[in-house]
């Protein structure tokens, strides 16, 4: 297949990535049909999505991806699924993994049963490089490397890729999955370490990092994730998975504070070293040749994309602010106890 699907039901369209990926799709010329299925979680934001609410081609349906009345409903009327939906952050997959379990797995066999029974003719499963799990220097993740996840959501993210296979193998589900690396850019919920790092400095609050500060990721920018599932979505062969990384050397967590730093203009004194991660994996590092081969190559590298983010951040108090003076304060106080009155508004 070398072009679009003509109707897709996103899954978790309103979430970070997805909704980088639901303005993509509605900014081409040719521009498919695009109806979103958001449960709205806490990371789910319809804002998020304001830039399309008026165009022909969308339409947003709130519900839950386990719901399999409405799934095979929805299914109906696409020939596509590409699913974002995921309970996505590590450290509350470690606090409370139960909806992980639920929507990255049981979610993603819901969507796949509405794939088979409406004989799709692509079905995208968006998945992650933590599958991989940690990966000893120099070593480059490939794709046909097993999987080794090390924490609940890497564990849910390859109990879903698993059905994935299966219903290719089985019932001839035309399945394609992309494994991208860490992504951060505007939209992003300020939980993971960009965009929590970036608001922290902004109000002049400490910056947490975990442990000595030397795990490193590979960092992405979220537009060139979108485009890389795009790529994979119109020219990947089904059954396989496709790394999206940014390639070059990873860059550990001190390495990012220092980034914001200097474009916020702050303090050293902000960077503050707390109790290490649980089975924090200390390395990712992604061969992403195969999508490459498609076609698809990032455009921005760290430094011009952290720039973009903190300018967006900085111009955009109202995304985040009255997140983090709300639903995350609670989360910030169960996981950084020792930082617990420094979050962003005493509620
Ligand atoms: P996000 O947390 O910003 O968004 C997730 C979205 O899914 C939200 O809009 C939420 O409301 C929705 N959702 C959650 N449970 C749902 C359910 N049961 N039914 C319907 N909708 C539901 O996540 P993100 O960072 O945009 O990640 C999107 C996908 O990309 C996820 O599958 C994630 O595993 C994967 N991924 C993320 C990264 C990253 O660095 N953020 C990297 C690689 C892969
Ligand atoms: P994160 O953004 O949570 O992504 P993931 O764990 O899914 O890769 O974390 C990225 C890296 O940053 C990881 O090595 C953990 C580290 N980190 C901190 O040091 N402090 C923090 O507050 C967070 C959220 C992450």
Redesign the pocket.
């Known amino acids: 297949m070398a072009e679009l699907p003509r109707r897709l039901l996103v899954?978790?369209?309103?979430?970070?990535?997805?909704?980088?990926f639901v303005r993509l799709m509605l900014g081409l010329q040719q521009a498919p049909q695009v109806t979103v299925?958001?449960?709205?979680?806490?990371?789910?934001?319809l804002a998020?999505l304001a830039e399309v609410a008026e165009h022909p081609g969308y339409r947003f349906v709130e519900?839950?991806?386990?719901?399999r009345e409405l799934v095979e409903t929805l299914a109906g009327e696409v020939d596509c699924i590409v699913?974002?939906?995921?309970?996505?952050?590590v450290d509350r997959s470690i606090l409370d993994p139960d909806?992980f379990i639920?929507?990255?797995v049981y979610?993603t066999f819901s969507l796949l049963e509405a794939a088979r029974v409406h004989q799709h003719r692509r079905f995208l499963?968006?998945?992650?490089?933590?599958v991989y799990g940690d990966v000893e220097a120099p070593a480059l993740s490939v794709e046909d490397d097993p999987p080794r996840p090390r924490s609940p959501?890497s564990a849910s993210?390859v109990g879903?890729e698993m059905q994935c296979f299966a219903y290719h193998a089985t019932y001839a589900v035309p399945v394609v999955i992309?494994?991208?690396?860490?992504?951060?850019g505007p939209?992003?919920?300020p939980e993971?370490i960009v965009p929590l790092f970036v608001t922290q400095a902004l109000d002049s609050l400490p910056m947490p990092v975990y442990g000595d500060g030397g795990a490193v990721r590979d960092y992405?920018y979220?537009d060139d994730?979108a485009r890389g599932i795009a790529t994979v979505l119109a020219r990947g062969t089904a059954g396989r998975a496709y790394n999206?990384g940014q390639g070059g050397d990873p860059l550990n967590g001190l390495q990012v504070a220092r980034s914001v730093l200097r474009l916020t203009g702050r303090p050293a004194s902000l960077i503050q070293h707390v109790a290490d991660r649980p089975g924090h994996d200390r390395r990712y590092a992604l061969d992403s040749s195969r999508a490459r081969d498609l076609g698809w190559t990032p455009e921005l590298d760290f430094e011009s994309g952290m720039e973009r983010t903190v300018a967006w951040y900085e111009s955009h108090r109202e995304f985040w602010e009255p997140i983090k003076s709300g639903e995350f304060l609670d989360f910030y106080r169960r996981n950084y106890r020792p930082l617990a009155g420094t979050a962003t508004a005493p509620s």
Request: charge should be negative; glycine fraction near 14%.
């Open positions: 899954a978790g369209g309103a979430g970070f990535i997805g909704s980088a299925l958001d449960k709205l979680t806490y990371a789910g934001n998020n519900g839950d991806i386990c719901d699913n974002f939906a995921a309970e996505t952050h909806a639920k929507t990255d979610g499963q968006v998945s992650t490089d933590e959501y993210k879903a992309t494994r991208g690396s860490n992504t951060y939209h992003q919920y993971k992405l979220v994730h999206l």
